[in-house]
């Protein structure tokens, strides 16, 4: 059985902040502005380890941010 994020998109999170995570491709990437960590999915299994995360520039991750229905800034949820 291959990991379904959204399925688990209330219980998962960044083990580094604790922030949300959303699925973008073939990562999880954190809501948290200042650290903006991306989390590979390999082989349909999420890599949750705070070393193997990267981080992600800060104008792609607004750009995620919004494709999400997320503040561009902020990464709070846009009503």
């Not at 580094?16 to 299994?45: M, Q, W």
């Not at 919004?66 to 561009?72: G, W």
Request: charged content about 30%; hydrophobic content about 35%.
């Amino acid at each position: 059985m291959s990991f379904n994020p959204q399925h688990l998109q209330d219980i998962i999170a960044c083990p580094k902040t604790k922030a949300k995570l959303i699925c973008e491709g073939d990562f999880l990437i954190s809501v948290d502005h200042n650290t903006r960590l991306k989390y590979p999915i390999k082989d349909g299994i999420p890599v949750m380890l705070v070393d193997e995360a990267t981080e992600v520039p800060q104008e792609e991750w607004a750009e995620i941010m919004k494709r999400h229905n997320r503040h561009p800034e902020t990464g709070e949820v846009v009503s």
